[in-house]
């Protein structure tokens, strides 16, 4: 028996990093996953090795930063499973440069896969977990959404806007049996942060108080926690899983 036996999960970002361990982490306590990722190419070895633990999995290419095609992925999801019970929005990218040499896509680029793909995956999937009143809604921000980072604008502007949005559909949704939560992660060893050079790593190091990285499972266990029942007294929180970094 798991704590999330029964129960339909959706990942976005599932294919890699963070996501992925989610997933495969819900798939672990019970739950069937939808992955969610750019390509079915990069969303099978995920679901292949949630077959392999007994889980029952399904790979989606759907680009989250496109509000259409997050809709038409929606009716076929519901149609197919008809309800999703515990959604996670982990889908997301950086596009880092200070201000002044920012473009006006890397601006339009992130805020659409950072922050308007969550509002299009609730809007649209949400609600027959309304209905059923019984739900979980996981979208993941930064440490940086809540500290700021220079040459981070547009990332920090996404991911601050997810934590208002998040507060807001969690008093929504409240009175429906719904919980709307935040995990804000520091820095975490993944695709996103290995670009960065060992001397940026080093200055992050230093500001982190455990003093080490975290790895995508460390926020894999806080998002099977809020998505549970026994976090059903959790919502509008902000769950951040950074080693402290963000302690003011
Ligand atoms: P990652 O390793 O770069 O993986 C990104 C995931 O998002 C991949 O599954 C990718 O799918 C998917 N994705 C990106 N753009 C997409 C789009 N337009 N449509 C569909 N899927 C898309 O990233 P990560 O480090 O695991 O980060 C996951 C989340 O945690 C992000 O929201 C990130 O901002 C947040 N976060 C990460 C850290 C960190 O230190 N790593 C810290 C704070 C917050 P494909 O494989 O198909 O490209």
Redesign the pocket.
């Known amino acids: 028996m798991g704590d999330h036996d029964g129960r339909t999960a959706l990942v ?9 361990a989610i997933a495969l982490q819900l798939g672990r306590e019970g739950a069937r996953v939808l992955c ?4 079915l190419a ?2 099978e070895g995920t679901v292949e090795a949630l077959r392999s633990l007994g889980a029952e999995a399904r790979a989606y290419a ?4 496109k509000k259409t095609d997050v809709r038409v992925a929606c009716e076929d999801i519901l149609r197919e499973w008809g309800r999703v019970d515990i959604l996670v929005n ?5 596009r880092d440069n200070l201000l002044l040499r920012m473009s006006d896509d890397d601006w339009d680029v992130v805020l659409r ?2 922050l308007d ?1 969550c509002f299009a995956w609730i809007k649209h999937l949400c609600s027959p977990m309304l209905r059923n009143r019984w739900g979980r809604i996981i979208n ?5 959404g809540i500290t700021g980072n220079a040459g981070q604008s547009n ?1 920090a502007a996404a ?1 601050a806007a997810v934590i208002g949005f998040t507060k807001s559909i969690a008093r929504e949704f409240a009175p429906r049996g719904v919980t709307a939560n935040v995990i ?10 290995a670009a960065l050079s060992g001397k940026i790593s080093g200055q992050i190091l230093e500001q982190i108080p455990l003093r080490f990285f ?1 790895e ?1 499972d460390d926020i894999a266990m806080g998002a099977s926690f809020l998505a549970s029942s026994g976090a059903r007294y959790v919502t509008g929180h902000v769950l951040t899983i950074d080693g402290g970094m963000a302690m003011a």
Request: hydrophobic share 35%; proline share 4%.
């Open positions: 976005t970002g599932a294919s890699r990093g963070i996501g992925r969610v990722s750019r390509s990069s969303g759907v680009d989250v930063a982990c889908a997301g990218i950086n896969t950072d793909s993941v921000s930064s440490v940086i990332y991911k804000a992660p520091g820095f975490i060893r993944t695709d996103m942060t975290g995508p």
